[in-house]
């Protein structure tokens, strides 16, 4: 497939599932093949199976949040960053409070996008 054709990427991916099932991996590859193509509704939809499989996927559900910021849906961000098992690393520490400064930032909270990106900080210590 050629590095810049995203929709012939999803079509083997889609291929791929089919044979082998649903791989983690290949998920987050179709979901940023569709964003590529500026298809954020296939690009959630993917993302949204993956939470559905495995809701403790901090990482999908991290994706899925920054999606949701994207699309001004700063509630349904929120929702998704308050659910039960996530953050579990200090990566997704450090993802979470980006994700939640990105949140105060656009909501005007200058002091509190301020306070999260340190708390990302300290968590990528």
Request: hydrophobic residues 45%.
């Amino acid at each position: 497939v050629p590095r810049d054709d995203q929709r012939a990427a999803i079509d083997l991916l889609k291929a791929h599932a089919a044979v082998v099932g649903e791989d983690r991996r290949a998920l987050f590859v179709t979901a940023r093949a569709y964003l590529a193509l500026g298809n954020q509704v296939w690009a959630r939809r993917t993302l949204d199976r993956r939470l559905r499989a495995a809701p403790d996927d901090c990482e999908a559900r991290a994706w899925l949040a920054w999606l949701w910021i994207a699309d001004a849906d700063l509630s349904g961000a929120d929702r998704l960053l308050e659910e039960e098992g996530c953050p579990q690393s200090d990566a997704d520490r450090s993802r979470w409070a980006l994700l939640l400064g990105m949140i105060a930032r656009e909501r005007g909270d200058k002091a509190g996008a301020r306070a999260e990106v340190r708390r990302a900080r300290a968590a990528s210590v």
